[in-house]
């Protein structure tokens, strides 16, 4: 560890970032903490991982080992997390160590879904209809107020449409309940989606805020298929769901990275979906179509440096490559990567299971049409 002798929460290149995960997203944010001159620690219960294998120490232990979490805590100068369903009492554990950011309470915030949810209407902030689901009294009582077909999703660890299941019956949800094993549930109406959008920002500890602008994501079996840069909106919804944002991160006060999904709706509202507080699978197009990358941003706010630019430079998308591409052998990399314009990222794990994210492609166009159909050509290409 290099101190850089600053008190004011500045950690210059050639501090060491802690990571809590060690998945792609972690993967990615290392890569550009190395060009930036840093050192990276990873921290996860597995081995040989996406952010490990980039990472100058990879640290394999429990999320609830204190003592190793102790230790990884004097090694570094400040600490961030790559993914979301980690242990609170892992980030508070660290705090008395380390800065943390995004800072514990809002961690807790958004790995629950029913406390999300009702921290944003108390905001004031458009969400879908719920009800919190605790019984099954509290099941057909939500069927009544909200109707069929429904949602039900667990309160608690989902992401990519774990944990959720559609309602079109009163049996269907018993079955449904029943699944989710006694956990806290919630139930969602089901909307019926124009489209979905995303938008990432960054808030400083002095609150600056910088925003990438929204863009369109286009889901298969609840996964990230492809997202589109930039979504092409009505200019006051695109300010519209930046202005949302930015009152979420005021109202958490937090420092550090936030993905806010929204869906807008047929008759033309925009709601709030989830919150992830760290780098989003919808933003990995900035890395080669922004001026600042997501991973910069998150490395920007969490070491205290200047915030970068968010603007885009060129229309773009990207296709996630999930596990059930290789499902004929191994994709035909040669065919993807001898078109201009596309670039590849692979993840570096070893099993290609079905829904498993293990890279993904971004494209860059003259047109966000123009980017879209090189995603789906250069994709299709690697299954032939
Ligand atoms: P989530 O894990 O809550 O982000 O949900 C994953 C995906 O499921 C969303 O991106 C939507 O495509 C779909 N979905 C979730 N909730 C609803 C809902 N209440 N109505 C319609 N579609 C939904």
Redesign the pocket.
Known sequence: MISTGLSSGVHLPGSTLGILGSGQLGRMLTLTAKRLGYRVHVFSPQRDTPAGQVADLEITADYTDLDALRRFAQDVDVVTIEFENIPVQALIALQPEVPVYPQPHVLEMTQH?LREKQFLSGLGIPV?PFVPVNNSQELQAGIVQLGLP??L?TAGF???????MRLDTEAQALTAYAAFAGQACLM??????ER?ISVIAARAEDGTFQAYRPVE?R?RN?ILDYTLAPAQLAETMEAHAIQMTQRIMEALNMRGLLCV?F?ITRQGDLLV??LAPRPHNSGHYTIEAAVCDQFEQQLRVVCGLPLGDPSLRQPAAMANLLGDLWAKGEPDWQAALSLSSVYLHLYGKGEARPGRKMGHLTTLGSSVEAAFQLAQQARECLSH
């Open positions: 879904r879908v429904a949602v999703k989902g992401y990519d449409g774990k944990g959720q969602e109406r089901f909307v019926d989606l979905e994501n889901h609840h999904e869906f979906n989830e």
